[in-house]
């Protein structure tokens, strides 16, 4: 079910390298322009447990189980403290990442799907997924040209994929985008091509959130329409029957 609170949570989804982090930060600072009250978050950022995460990745400590259970954790915490005062209070909460990130990284490292999603069953659900899709070689490319090599985990060398690096990355990260693609339409992601032009991606993310909070408004708008013309009706009434009584 929907979550029943004034904000607007907006998640930007897909997997490593596609440009959500970018994006999000520029959807940010262009609501912000535009005089709404936004809060970013992002996934791995809780101050309780992102520093454990961390350590335990930098030892190779995270089996299946202590991978989600630990992710699991910090979207709880952030949840609790960032994302539904946020909401209670009206504001847009735009999402670096969000519990889709875990339906397909722990699947893809062994979890049961089913458990998963029940792990996860605390989490508020999203008014907009974006899906930030790209090709896996153009992904490749990306990240080698930006970051100059890649990342231990992103590569899926943890779960023994490849002694190949380069092979890891695109046996693992293959298999994650399988996952989101599964959930495309179970979860009604919006799905944007995160090749085109930075511009051309931020127009169309623009345009939807904006649909997104009009509509908000038109319902804003048209409930305080109603409560002012069934106060007007209550006052005709009122006055009607203390003029009957005098």
């Known amino acids: ?27 940010q600072h262009w609501l912000e322009v535009e005089g709404y009250g936004v809060v970013l978050t992002e996934w791995k950022s809780s101050e309780l447990i992102s520093r454990v995460i961390d350590k335990a990745k930098s030892k ?7 991978f989600s259970l630990l992710y699991a954790t910090d ?5 609790a403290h960032s994302i539904l005062p946020a909401l209670k209070a009206g504001l847009t909460v735009i999402t670096d990442r969000y519990y889709y990130t875990a339906f397909a990284r722990d699947v893809v490292r062994g979890a049961d799907p089913a458990w998963v999603r029940k792990l996860y069953g ?10 930030l899709k790209m090709p896996l070689e153009a992904l490749l490319r990306r990240i080698i040209t ?12 943890d779960i023994g994929m490849s002694t190949d690096l380069y092979q890891s990355f695109k046996l693992y990260q293959s298999k994650i985008l399988t996952e989101y693609e599964r959930m495309v ?6 799905v944007i091509a ?3 032009d930075i511009d051309a991606v931020q127009k169309t993310l623009r345009s939807m959130v904006s649909e997104l909070l009009n509509e908000e408004t038109k319902l804003n708008l048209s409930s305080s329409s ?13 006055s009607m029957q203390e003029y009957q009584q005098s």
């Open 1 to 27: 079910m929907p979550h029943p609170y004034p904000g607007k949570l907006v998640v930007i989804e897909g997997t490593d390298g596609v440009g959500r982090s970018t994006h999000a930060a520029l959807l």
């Open 60 to 66: 190779n400590a995270l089996n299946t189980i202590t």
């Open 75 to 79: 979207l709880a915490d952030r949840q």
């Open 122 to 131: 605390f989490a508020l659900e999203p008014d907009l997924v974006f899906y």
């Open 146 to 157: 930006t970051r100059g090599g890649l990342d231990f985990y992103e590569s899926g060398r």
């Open 185 to 190: 339409e179970e979860y009604n992601f919006k």
């Open 194 to 196: 995160a090749d085109e």
């Open 226 to 238: 109603d409560d002012s013309n069934n106060g007007q009706s209550s006052g005709s009434s009122n």
